[in-house]
């Protein structure tokens, strides 16, 4: 009876093992327009991360550009695109 036990608590374990992602969201995206201005990072709750690059008059336009990343399996993706007047 023990040896079933100790086999069904292996079994289970094994199982629980071999559903865990093995995930990793990868290295910030780069700045879409070359080097940022500025650039932030944001650690929220959990695994949130964000990253924020900000460009104050590229092509005659004010930029701040965000991508995130919900948790550790999840891609980044453009968060949110701002556009306005530059900033000198």
Do not use: N
Not at 4 to 15: K, Q, V
Request: charged share 25%; glycine share 8%; proline share 3%.
């Amino acid at each position: 009876m023990k040896v079933t036990i100790l086999l069904l608590s292996i079994f289970i374990f094994l199982i629980a093992l071999a559903c865990h992602e093995d995930c990793s969201r990868g290295e910030y995206p780069r700045a879409p327009y070359g080097p940022a201005d500025s650039w932030d990072e944001y650690y929220g709750h959990g695994d949130y991360r964000s990253v924020t690059y900000t460009y104050y008059c590229y092509q005659g336009e004010y930029h701040s550009i965000s991508y995130v990343s919900e948790d550790s399996c999840d891609e980044w993706h453009e968060g949110y695109h701002y556009r306005g007047e530059c900033i000198r």
